[in-house]
């Protein structure tokens, strides 16, 4: 597991492989979006001005200017009233909407990557509508395709001081990572509140963790949560982890050589096994055109052969 400590270097100011997608995804009140708009504020100050993108079609507001927003597309409110739908419904509805218009979305971004370092991607609070729906994975596949992608999980740090909540949010932060298959980089917000040095011991000492259940009033979580530390461990030894501040601009610099580390895991990892994959969609097709067009021609071949009785 990568070190939570903040650095006070600099980050470097060359990113392998051009452009980096950062996709932000976050449980509503966990300050993805101020976490959004702080990101985007540092890489202004180092003259690194990111492309952002909006992708939360309920937010009545944002903290910063997105290039592209959902909201100018799609009208959450109008299609909760065309198609009698509830909010997060109008959420995943506006999603799929949207999709529908990626091809362009992808040419506006491949325009700009050649002057454009980052490319910021603000999400839901409703992770399940993005992690977890058709259009969601599609837009995360479609840019992993095009650029080194990285998906950072926000977690409210203060809240997740109890082993409960603690858990729980190592279990969104897993499903997400297996769900999405991308380098991965999980971001200890509001570390200006309460430090996140207790949750980098709890994830890289058991005992550690099993002393903070024993010290909370026992109940039938209890065991549960014992279990899946254990089970857990080996997503522990490969995580990414920082701590940063929204408020403060605590961590940004670790952030940024975070987000580098994973680059260099989607050149390494991710990349290989992504053209691999296409390869091996290539040959299957191309084994299915042989195979019909076999079958076509058995069939003209025993049409060909046929006697017609006068």
């Known amino acids: 597991m990568s070190s939570g400590k903040a650095s006070d270097t600099a980050p470097t100011d060359t990113v392998q492989g051009g452009p980096v997608n950062i996709i932000m995804i976050g449980m509503a009140g966990s300050g993805k979006t101020t976490l959004m708009q702080r990101i985007n504020a540092h890489l202004h100050e180092r003259k690194q001005s990111p492309y952002v993108v ?11 200017q997105a290039n592209i927003d959902i909201r100018d597309t799609v009208d959450y409110k109008q299609v909760m009233s065309e198609y009698n739908l509830g909010p997060n419904g109008g959420i995943l509805t506006s999603l799929n909407l949207f999709t529908t218009k990626l091809d362009q979305v992808m040419q506006i971004i491949e325009k700009r990557a050649a002057s454009t370092k980052y490319f910021l991607y603000d999400t839901p609070g409703q ?29 409210d740090t203060p809240r997740t001081a109890s082993p409960a ?29 309460v430090s996140h040095e207790f949750a980098v011991n709890w994830m890289s000492d058991f005992e550690a963790f099993q ?5 909370q009033e026992e109940c039938f979580m209890n065991s549960l949560m014992q279990s899946m530390s254990l089970v857990l461990d080996e997503f522990y030894s490969h995580l990414r982890v920082c701590g940063v501040s929204a408020m403060t601009g605590q961590g940004m610099d670790h952030f940024f050589e975070q987000i580098q580390d994973a680059v260099r895991e989607y050149h390494e990892e991710f990349k290989p096994n992504l053209q691999k994959q296409i ?7 191309q084994q299915q055109k042989e195979e019909h067009l076999k079958r076509l021609m058995d069939d003209l071949a025993v049409s060909e052969g046929k006697q017609v009785d006068l």
Do not use: H
Request: charged share 15%; aromatic share 12%; net charge positive.
């Open 54 to 64: 909006n992708l939360d079609p309920a937010v009545s507001k944002l903290p910063f």
């Open 127 to 155: 992770i399940e509508i993005f992690t977890w729906s058709a259009s969601g994975a599609i837009i995360s596949n479609t840019l992993a395709a095009t650029y080194p992608t990285v998906v950072v999980y926000v977690v």
């Open 211 to 215: 002393q903070a259940l024993s010290r």
């Open 165 to 193: 909540t603690f858990m729980s949010n190592m279990m969104y932060a897993c499903s997400i990572l297996y769900k999405t298959q991308l380098p991965f980089l999980l971001a200890f917000n509001k570390t200006d509140v």
């Open 279 to 285: 390869e091996q969609k290539r040959i299957k097709e």
